[in-house]
């Protein structure tokens, strides 16, 4: 077996709170799996890279994108009437690369069209593509009418939700993607307006456990969110508005808040004379009550995982997850908590813990290189980077 020593560096390793220096880890390079880690490396390896005393980190797990969709404004957004599947697929692998080259390692894609996701997930699972892995919801469950209906099923009983969600299984999703609520995008619903009823979400959400997958709900105001958690979905998306009420449901359920701060910042505050005018006023008036929620929800010490929403307006593939984590402190996580939500929180999340989302024996060589200590500066996750993805550069 061949295998490769990374030493001198300073390791995050998702599991302590502190970079440990004079770190080093050896990597299986069939495998691309970590055999061994500790301090102050072995003098013999096949293959010794020294990584010049940086600081190592595991990949960031994204764990709400949406593939299909294209941010550059030349090709089409998700759920446009004039995307063909080829076209769908074009653009959900160039976001790929974009996201692996800025050190995303992982993604939970949550609605993307013509089940783009799950096909690509199932070549990068067979090494086919070299791809951040893909835990795939292909399209969502809406109501009829309901947010982003136009690429998802449509479903207007628990009967027709079941049906819905044993048939996205059937495709090969990953998790089911259940609209709750409105949203911010779409004229005629508000983020308030509640939309899948909390017996319609749990038919999906009992399907997707009983097949050991998970089930998340895009929710935005408090009726909806409440809706979501008594169905039993492993995260709550956006969660605008948190009543303590709320946030006592989260930590009694244990369910992830993925909060997407970068969805609604990108039409707030990039998306001036670029998105239509209802769209900035939604996007205006939630913001102080959605970073208000996610700060009491993170010092209540609710689990939270990062997402960003990516494919939303001015919201891209590149370094918007690393800004993202800068948002989520600026709205009074701590930066232990960002690095947390984007590693080892967004693994249990997608259920891929046992072999992701840390730096230790046993899991995958997934891992980013930065010039600084993130916790020190969060901004240090969106300079220039290294990425390796089970022990491969990428470049
Ligand atoms: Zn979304």
Do not use: W
């Not at 960031?60 to 957004?77: F, M, R, Y």
């Not at 207007?156 to 990953?174: M, Y």
């Not at 089911?176 to 308030?192: C, N, Q, W, Y």
């Amino acid at each position: 077996m061949s295998k490769t020593l990374y030493h001198h560096f300073a390791l995050f390793d998702g599991i302590t709170d502190r970079f440990e220096p004079n770190a080093y880890f050896v990597v299986d390079d069939e495998t691309g799996k970590i055999v061994e880690t500790g301090t102050n490396a072995p003098s013999k390896a096949d293959r010794t890279v020294d990584l010049g005393n940086k600081f190592v980190m595991p990949g960031l797990i994204n764990a709400h994108t949406h593939i299909t969709s294209d941010v550059s404004g030349k090709l089409e957004p998700l759920g446009s009437p004039k995307l063909t599947p080829i076209l769908a697929t074009k653009i959900a692998l160039d976001n790929l690369q974009d996201l692996l080259k800025h050190g995303v390692t992982y993604i939970r894609d949550v609605g993307a069209d013509f089940d783009v996701d799950i096909e690509l997930s199932k070549l990068e699972k067979g090494g086919h593509i070299l791809s951040p892995g893909i835990c795939a919801s292909g399209r969502p469950l809406a109501m009829t009418g309901g947010h982003f209906c136009t690429i998802g099923y449509e479903v207007d009983s628990p009967d027709e939700a079941r049906k819905a969600a044993r048939s996205a299984l059937k495709n090969g999703a990953d998790n089911i993607k259940l609209m709750a609520t409105g949203g911010v995008s779409f004229g005629g619903e508000s983020p308030d307006d509640v939309q899948l009823t909390e017996e319609e979400m749990r038919a999906a959400v009992l399907e997707a456990h009983h097949k050991g997958r998970t089930a998340n709900a895009h929710a935005q105001g408090t009726e909806g969110i409440k809706n979501a958690l008594r169905a039993g979905v492993d995260s709550v998306e956006h969660a605008f508005y948190l009543d303590d009420e709320a946030i006592q449901m989260f930590l009694e359920k244990d369910t992830f808040i993925v909060p997407t701060l970068i969805a609604v910042y990108g039409i707030s505050d990039r998306g001036e004379g670029q998105v239509p005018d209802f769209m900035l006023d939604v996007a205006r008036e939630v913001k102080k009550a959605h970073i208000e929620s996610i700060s009491k929800a993170a010092k209540a010490g609710v689990k939270l995982a990062m997402g960003t929403d990516a494919g939303t307006p001015n919201n891209d593939f590149r370094n918007d997850s690393g800004f993202e984590l800068q948002l989520m402190v600026e709205a009074g996580c701590t930066p232990l908590q960002t690095l947390q939500a984007a590693t080892v929180n967004g693994a249990r999340l997608l259920k891929i813990d046992n072999e992701f989302g840390t730096l230790e024996a046993g899991k995958f060589a997934d891992f980013i290189v930065l010039d600084g200590n993130p916790l020190d500066d969060i901004k240090s996750v969106q300079e220039e980077k290294r990425v390796f993805k089970k022990g491969k550069e990428i470049l």
